[in-house]
């Protein structure tokens, strides 16, 4: 077999690279092992260019070339912050009355993703098999079809695919749709993702293409982690700071698509509705803040910020504060300890593609005496997931009977529903999911090269 070659809008620095930060990088480390590969994409370098295309910088580590283009200024505007981060990102999402469209970053983004398989053409080989990641980079296999690139080419969508009757309102949805044809599997989180791809494609008159291939972490990784930060210094600060209260913990990126306005009123409903949890409870948020350049993430910090005062300021005591609330990210090793420590997760999305939190929290439980994961209908995770509480987000009361119901629950019922969870996770993981995508990408018929 020849080389696997990975493309995504990010390669990992060399920093992650010994320790990825996330299923991406996880999944696609146990793939890469196996042969010789080579990893294509944007170094996160802003660089003037003046005239002509970036030469990529070869780095090879192992068995794995890790290939690294810069952007222009105009190029992260137009195509990353613009038409991905702004367009693509919310009308996926499901939130078309966020997306701000606009002619000249779609065709940015069209022209940076002709710039990558301009870029990477010189880099292949005739029997390369590759494998293209995420909403950046829809038009990446046309690009590389029409340099003449006759490989295996596979795309997998981290976030959602909705429904045709939303992807419709993005002007040029029926052009990515035939995109999408030069790609022999397109893999998405979930069956009902598959379904609204399908269904989009079956409209427009193409071949179905989607197949669902749900991401994993790797579980025995993260259990290890979180078995040994419960004896760091921080999880014992944390257990001191909270002095006997049960801990509800929520770890996002700053985003609106997480759902956190909904979620801190729903704790603060808890208060309201239950008001023997005050004082025993402390619901700690780590969200680190993420795409700041953009209005709509301002505005939710904004929003955020007025709520945790609010929320701190009507309930607080003397020596006790509701609500802890971090912006800026912690170390993944403390973040395991934290997560085995809390009695409850409270992971509520409006839309995830799928979502990672979810399985490292239940990875990283004590088998002897576990917490409680509280999850959105509206993650992908959850419908192989139910044996948590699954809750509608956009329902504050029912997040507080959700919490509630958590933080009472006992020993036999955390128990039974836990490994129910565990089993989820340990079958389906980031290796597994890298190692079935790759399977059936192999298998799956020959596109028409002419
Ligand atoms: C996209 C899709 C899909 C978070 N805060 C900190 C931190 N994290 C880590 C988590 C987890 C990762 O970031 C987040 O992954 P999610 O899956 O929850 O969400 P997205 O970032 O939106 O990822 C998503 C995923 O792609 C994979 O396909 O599941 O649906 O949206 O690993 O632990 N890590 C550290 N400090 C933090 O403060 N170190």
């Not at 023997?276 to 993430?297: M, W």
Request: net charge negative.
């Amino acid at each position: 077999m020849g080389r696997l070659i990975i493309v995504s809008n990010r390669v990992p620095s060399p920093r992650e690279r010994s320790q990825p930060a996330g299923g991406l990088a996880v999944g696609l480390k146990d793939a890469l092992r196996e042969g010789e590969s080579l990893w294509f994409g944007w170094s996160g370098k802003q660089v003037q260019l003046h005239g002509g295309d970036p030469v990529p910088r070869l780095d090879k580590v192992g068995n794995v070339t890790y290939a690294t283009i810069d952007l222009t200024p105009l190029q992260y505007e137009g195509f990353y912050q613009n038409f991905s981060n702004g367009i693509l990102w919310p009308l996926f999402h499901y939130r078309v009355g966020l997306m701000n469209y606009s002619r000249t970053d779609w065709e940015t983004y069209l022209a940076v993703n002709a710039m990558f398989a301009r870029t990477l053409l010189p880099l292949l080989r005739p029997d390369d098999v590759i494998w293209v990641h995420d909403y950046h980079l829809f038009p990446l296999g046309q690009a590389l079809r029409d340099l003449g690139v006759k490989c295996r080419i596979g795309f997998f969508l981290h976030i959602p695919f909705p429904p045709w009757s939303l992807v419709r309102s993005l002007p040029g949805a029926e052009l990515l749709l035939e995109d999408m044809q030069s790609y022999d599997l397109v893999g998405v989180q979930t069956p009902e993702d598959a379904e609204n791809l399908n269904h989009s494609l079956e409209v427009n008159g193409l071949p179905p293409r989607g197949q669902a291939f749900p991401i994993g972490i790797d579980p025995d990784e993260f259990r290890a982690q979180a078995e040994k930060s419960m004896q760091g210094p921080e999880v014992e600060r944390l257990d001191a700071s909270l002095r006997g209260a049960k801990l509800v913990l929520g770890v996002d990126r700053l985003d609106y698509s997480k759902g956190l306005p909904e979620r801190f009123r729903g704790y603060e409903a808890l208060l309201a509705r239950y008001p023997e949890h005050r004082g025993k409870v402390t619901f700690l948020q780590v969200a680190p803040i993420s795409r700041d350049s953009v209005e709509e993430y301002r505005q939710l910090r904004r929003q955020l910020d007025e709520l945790t005062g609010r929320i701190n300021g009507a309930y607080s005591e003397f020596d006790w504060t509701p609500i802890r609330y971090i912006t800026r990210p912690l170390p993944r090793e403390v973040l395991a300890g934290f997560y085995r420590r809390a009695e409850a997760a409270l992971i509520t999305p409006l839309r995830d593609g799928m979502n990672l939190v979810a399985k490292e929290y239940v990875a990283a439980q004590d088998p002897a005496d576990p917490g409680v994961l509280i999850l959105s209908h509206f993650a992908g995770a959850a419908p192989r997931m139910d044996e948590g509480i699954l809750v509608n987000p956009y329902d504050p009361d029912e997040i507080a009977d959700a919490l509630h119901e958590a933080l009472t629950m006992g020993l036999a019922e955390r128990r039974t529903r836990w490994q129910a969870l565990e089993r989820e996770v340990s079958s389906t993981t980031a290796v597994s999911w890298a190692a079935d995508f790759m399977r059936a990408l192999q298998a799956a018929p020959v596109v028409d090269r002419s």
